[in-house]
């Protein structure tokens, strides 16, 4: 019996171990994968980074930054990151409620007064974690064209007094629908708060100390342009550069413009904690903070793919939570237009991805498939063709959308 263990012991050791190493995947596998997506996808350019056990394992940029430049696309290369922004927002919220400035329950209109929601209700219960969690009861996107597309001209002041006149399309606090607007009163409630802009804020507070020094929190921060990617749309087989993204009445909701080796630095922190630096010596937020920031306030329906065994999901503070087998994965998306992106977090394998990519539709299809397939590597997953599944899906909605289209015209 203790023979029989022993050799047990030895198939484990030779077979098992080395099979799950050689399933995390190497940096040319990466290479060829971000290659051959965004070939696959129509993407001009890309730029991929990866954390692993407190370090940056993987950094790269691929393509072109402009293809009216043609000049490649590296790891300093800066994106607009849209919704990742929102991360940014929460933790500088985690930053002044640890020092005692504000608390997540604090009513907004104790600190906004002119704050004024659908009905009395609302307004007088709305606190500063409502803020940031979709669950408003108002309905996906609305407001957005108070801010999007670019060229609007309505202020802080228009932004507040004209939430009451949004209908609710659910009770408050019972449903997921994504919000921008209220992530501007966020921005607003922390340039009260601080007595600086919420651009300034994340500069000085976040940015500085962790070291991100080529990433801004809006556009006309951007000292150098040179090495900026330009928003691309090849929706009709065509690259088309866009303009930049740029107005905005904040950006707390997704102002940001960074790159993958200062987005390593982010990924580190949230991973370490809140601590940073060599030996981890200095303290960006408190682990009850992240704790605050990574724990479900609004339920979202579990992923149904059996492949990772999910069992919940749903929205943190500016991040999505769910579950992958055992595993809980953080993660958020961005999108402007030309502009589409992901970090994903794995915090019980000390694992970190961020994705960013400037050309629409098709950089979705790369962030996603990207991120999936190296996080799939670490969970020891067989290899799926997450490339094929997510072109054919978006194919399949081309051609419902130009159905449609034909119909109308």
Excluded: C
Aim: hydrophobic share 40%; no cysteine; net charge negative.
């Amino acid at each position: 019996m203790k023979k029989s263990s022993f050799y047990l012991k030895i198939v484990v050791a030779v077979f098992f171990v080395p099979q799950l190493l050689l399933a995390q995947m190497s940096s040319k596998q990466i290479d060829s994968l971000i290659s051959l997506t965004m070939d696959k996808f129509q993407v001009a350019g890309s730029a991929v980074a990866v954390v692993k056990d407190g370090k940056i394992i993987y950094e790269k940029g691929f393509g072109v930054k402009s293809k009216a430049t043609n000049e490649p696309v590296d790891e300093y290369t800066n994106f607009a990151i849209a919704s990742n922004s929102k991360a940014f927002t929460t933790t500088a919220l985690a930053l002044l409620v640890e020092e005692g400035k504000l608390d997540w329950n604090d009513r907004v209109i104790d600190h906004i007064p002119e704050f004024k929601m659908y009905n009395s209700y609302v307004t007088e219960n709305f606190i500063i974690a409502d803020l940031l969690t979709h669950r408003s009861g108002m309905g996906l996107g609305v407001g957005d064209l108070m801010f999007f597309p670019d060229g609007s001209d309505f202020t802080m002041k228009d932004l507040l007094n004209n939430f009451q006149y949004f209908k609710s399309v659910s009770p408050f606090r019972t449903q997921f629908d994504y919000d921008n607007l209220l992530y501007l009163v966020a921005g607003e409630l922390i340039a009260r708060t601080s007595g600086m802009s919420w651009e300034d804020f994340i500069q000085k507070r976040i940015f500085e100390p962790l070291g991100m020094d080529h990433s801004y929190p809006a556009l006309d921060y951007v000292k150098n342009k040179d090495n900026l990617a330009s928003p691309h749309n090849n929706d009709k087989g065509d690259f088309k550069v866009l303009p930049d993204y740029k107005e905005m009445i904040n950006g707390a909701a997704g102002g940001i413009y960074a790159n993958v080796h200062d987005l390593s630095q982010w990924m580190l922190v949230h991973l370490n904690h809140g601590t940073y630096g060599k030996d981890l010596e200095n303290t960006l937020f408190s682990p009850s903070s992240q704790e605050t920031m990574w724990t479900i306030h609004t339920v979202m329906r579990a992923n149904k793919n059996p492949r990772y065994q999910s069992h919940f999901s749903g929205y943190g503070l500016g991040w999505g939570l769910q579950d992958e087998l055992g595993n809980m994965v953080v993660s958020h998306t961005g999108g402007l237009p030309g502009m589409l992106s992901r970090t994903l977090l794995v915090p019980d394998l000390n694992l970190g991805i961020v994705v960013l990519t400037n050309t629409e539709p098709g950089g979705a299809g790369v962030f996603m498939a990207v991120s999936r397939t190296i996080k799939d590597s670490y969970f020891g997953l067989d290899h799926f063709d997450w490339t094929g599944v997510y072109y054919n899906y978006f194919e399949k909605q081309k051609e419902e959308g130009d159905q449609v289209t034909d119909e109308v015209w």
